[in-house]
């Protein structure tokens, strides 16, 4: 399966590249190159690991190598040399995705390699005794298929299992499912979950793990059609709640819906964390989509580590890494009660690049039924750049972005949200991303961004009305 070459001359790091403030300070990014899927999520050693889909030779998707960095903290990165590079007949045209285990004490590895000019992908097997070297075992689930790829495995209950993505014979996604008693012999245990004809051609990446005593399974369709305002990007990220047990069927009792509601968020991993929380990383980006940054020669990167729990309902709840907070340097705080008249926006604070906006909205005392929280010059309808749009007629919140200097034509994305209440927003911006976790845990969005420097100005604009923005905090990250 390869990819349409979106850009075709890289430009060597040793032209000066543009500087546009773009690349992040708290996420990962490639510093030279491109990025997709994060991979092989572990915590190993005193570190947490981190690989991703990686070419080194250019800042557009081509032959895959995995790109590793480990952290002790999850907050700062020390990058490190490839991890898998393609090197046997059965990965010689790409290290696809994959996840990593514990297996004896050893750092372990199971990714799909790719052969036969992208046609053949099988599940293949490295390892490292400390984290850095790694050395290849082979193919450990082959076949001949064209579609069967990005291996998440596990350990419960005595045995390994994985999940493995896959396409009916009438080429819908399914999830098949493997299990082994050693990690490397390994079984069909049949299909685990199927699309229904509606639900995509193609389910990337599958994710497949317990909480709150439900099991959810997180899988990334391709081909589902826009709904509304749901679906509205090339590919989803999504779940499914319900209950499983080794040797059982999955019975599915919440259907599909999308963990992310921004433009750029795909082929999430999770992995629980030493002291139990279960964390989850995501691709800030989009198959098709423009990433201007390749200009700098660097594409792609991560989101935020999330901290995932289950509601009592059923839903997933998704709140930012705890441990960030641990960045924050004050820059402004508004602890009294700040009215923003209808009309004209009001300008917070300029240069914000890296930072944390929190803003908690009293709606009982707000009569405006449309106001927003932009990132631009002085008006998003003039200047573009980035809004968090809150319409209480409609009850949804908009995430949307303008940045014409770049080809990226005005879109939003938008999820539904009950405003009757109170509303708080916590926004995450690093350089080109924007993170938007809505009441505590409820959605998030999260979208690229490209700002050049004189739109980085935070304003409050509120329409038909005023609005209370009962609390204002922001931090520099
Ligand atoms: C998802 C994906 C995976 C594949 C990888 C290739 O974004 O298409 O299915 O393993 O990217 O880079």
Not at 257 to 269: I, K, P, T
Request: net charge negative.
């Amino acid at each position: 399966m390869l990819r349409p070459v979106l850009y075709a001359v890289f430009i060597s790091s040793a032209i000066a590249l543009p500087e546009t403030g773009w690349y992040p300070k708290y996420h990962i990014a490639p510093q030279h190159g491109w990025m997709n899927d994060p991979n092989g999520l572990i915590y190993f050693q005193g570190f947490y690991h981190v690989f991703w889909q990686y070419n080194p030779a250019a800042p557009q998707w081509g032959l895959m190598h995995w790109g590793h960095a480990r952290s002790p903290d999850l907050l700062t990165w020390e990058h490190l040399p490839i991890a898998l590079a393609p090197s046997l007949p059965g990965d010689i045209d790409g290290a696809f995705s994959g996840s990593a285990v514990l297996l004896n004490e050893t750092l372990t590895l199971i990714y799909t390699g790719v052969s036969e000019n992208g046609t053949r992908q099988v599940q293949m097997v490295a390892t490292s005794q400390d984290g850095v070297a790694f050395e290849k075992l082979g193919v450990v689930i082959g076949g001949n298929e064209t579609n069967f790829r990005d291996p998440k495995a596990w350990w419960q209950d005595g045995s390994w299992y994985v999940v493995i993505g896959a396409q009916t014979a009438d080429e819908r996604g399914q999830v098949s499912l493997y299990s082994s008693p050693d990690f490397f012999n390994w079984t069909p245990q049949g299909v685990l979950a199927q699309a229904d004809p509606s639900l995509g051609y193609m389910w990337e990446c599958p994710d497949f793990f317990s909480l709150e005593g439900k099991q959810v399974l997180v899988v990334n369709p391709q081909g589902i059609q826009s709904k509304g305002e749901d679906f509205q990007n090339l590919f989803q990220t999504g779940y499914f709640v319900g209950s499983w047990a080794p040797g059982g069927n999955f019975a599915v009792e919440r259907g599909f819906r999308e963990l992310d509601h921004g433009h750029d968020f795909y082929a999430s991993q999770t992995f629980e964390a030493p002291d139990g929380r279960r964390l989850e990383i995501g691709w800030l980006g989009m198959w098709e989509s423009q990433f201007p940054e390749n200009a700098s020669g660097w594409a792609g990167m991560l989101s935020l580590p999330r901290e995932l729990t289950l509601s009592d309902q059923g839903d997933l709840e998704v709140r930012p890494l705890r441990e960030i907070q641990s960045l924050r340097t004050e820059r402004l705080e508004v602890p009294q009660t700040l009215h923003i008249a209808p009309g004209g926006g009001v300008a917070i604070l300029q240069n914000i690049s890296h930072s944390e906006v929190a803003l908690d909205f009293k709606l009982h005392n707000s009569s405006s039924n449309s106001f927003a929280i932009q990132l631009t010059k002085e008006s998003f309808e003039r200047d573009g750049g980035a809004q968090v749009h809150v319409d209480r007629n409609c009850s949804r919140v908009f995430l949307e972005r303008h940045y014409p200097a770049y080809n990226i034509t005005r879109s939003s994305r938008s999820v539904a949200v009950n405003l009757t209440g109170n509303l708080s927003l916590d926004i995450f911006i690093d350089g080109s991303s924007m993170e938007v976790f809505v009441n505590d845990g409820q959605a998030v969005m999260s979208s690229r961004i490209y700002p050049d420097a004189e739109l980085r100005t935070f304003l409050i604009t509120a329409q038909n009305g005023s609005v209370a923005v009962d609390r204002l905090k922001v931090w520099d990250l």
